[in-house]
């Protein structure tokens, strides 16, 4: 039988967008619509050093008044970066982003950055987890005459 436990590797979403610290905040605004991500990790997939969100650029720069072409995205960062290893379970990764009231968390393996996990990915990927085991289960339960 295959097997249907779900890893943070398989629902690891691995097209993300990284910047430098020195990147500007409009800059990395414009990368981030480009690139259709509210969010940017700032540093290399080998060395992080923070995040910056949509929600970032606006209470710390457009609230504050601060010009977004003179400011630094490593000035606005989050330096709290969750992650969590590649093989670690389903249910590891629903809680931890739970615990901690995350959308969003970083899938290292071996140290480094492969990719994240969203709320919206992992409500999509459970959907499609729950149909796979939902037919194994129909298939072990039908007839076999």
């Known amino acids: 039988m295959e097997s249907v436990v779900l890893y943070a590797r398989d629902i690891v979403e691995k097209d993300f967008l990284s910047l430098s610290a020195d990147t500007t905040v409009r800059e990395g605004a414009k990368a981030m ?20 969100t949509e929600w970032d650029i606006l209470s710390k720069v457009v609230a504050e008044g601060k010009d977004p072409a003179r400011t630094p995205i490593g000035d606005i960062m989050s330096t709290d970066l969750l992650s969590i290893d590649a093989g670690a379970g389903l249910s590891a990764v ?43 289960i129909s298939r072990l339960q039908a007839p076999w005459f």
Request: no cysteine; aromatic share 4%.
């Open 33 to 52: 619509k480009d690139r259709k991500r509210g969010f940017a990790i700032v540093g290399t997939p080998a060395l992080p050093k923070g995040i910056v």
């Open 94 to 136: 629903s809680e931890m982003m739970t615990v901690h009231g995350v959308r969003r968390l970083l899938v290292k393996d071996g140290g480094e950055v492969v990719g994240f996990i969203t709320s919206r990915t992992m409500l999509a990927r459970m959907n499609e987890y729950v149909d796979k085991v939902s037919a194994q």
